[in-house]
């Protein structure tokens, strides 16, 4: 199927949404042979942010780094990266007693609110191996094999909650990712033309917006 320009992407039904995969299919995802971009390709159907549903098989940590690898029974498993949760700090011992040396707590302050992105994910304390965890990410590759960038990782509660982003995966398979998606020829040249403009000055405030989006 046609891979369309980036000028049509705000027309794709997946482009700004979490889309719900099984990891065999994020394992066929392509670039289509296109590089410095964030994009990848189920089809022809441009995405940037997935969700996959699974259990955790394995926890491995690593200097800057810990991987997830999760398994969703689909027939394969997919590595997912968050960075290195910070060291535990070593609490001082009083040399006579060896007993931990009380000091007096710092003042904390309040940490700034910010929305989760692959450099700093929100992930749920406690994940091991034998949990059931939804986690939502962008595509990326590591020495040649598809891993997921975590934004966000949770654990997944009750078996209708997981029957549920199971019913959504398969909602989407069949209701859009199972046929190509197509931008007829009108449209096409509509948004290219609107592309080739000259773009206006952004003021401040839009000028937050957009990098805010990004």
Known sequence: PKIYP?????????ISKWVPLRVQDIHSLSTH??????????????????????????????SSRRIYTVDDSSGACIECACPAPPP????????????????????????????????????????????VVKIKGKPNV????????????????????????????????????????EVSAEQEERFRRKAERPKKMETGKQRKKRKYAE
């Open 33 to 62: 042979g296109m590089t410095g971009t964030e994009l990848m390709y189920y089809k022809n159907h441009p995405i940037k942010w997935i969700r996959i549903t699974g259990v955790i098989v394995a926890v491995d940590d690593f």
């Open 142 to 181: 590591f020495r040649d094999m598809k891993q997921i960038a975590i934004i966000k990782a949770e654990i997944i509660l009750g078996t209708e909650v997981e029957v549920r982003c199971w019913n959504e995966v398969m909602s989407w398979r069949t209701g859009i990712l199972s046929s190509p998606w």
């Open 6 to 14: 980036d000028y049509c992407h705000s027309l794709s039904p997946t």
């Open 88 to 131: 535990i700090p070593l609490v001082p011992l009083n040399y006579l007693t060896g007993a931990p040396q009380l000091t007096t707590p710092p003042t904390t302050m309040p940490q700034p609110a910010y929305p989760p992105s692959t450099e700093k994910p929100s992930v749920a304390d406690g994940l091991d191996v034998g949990m």
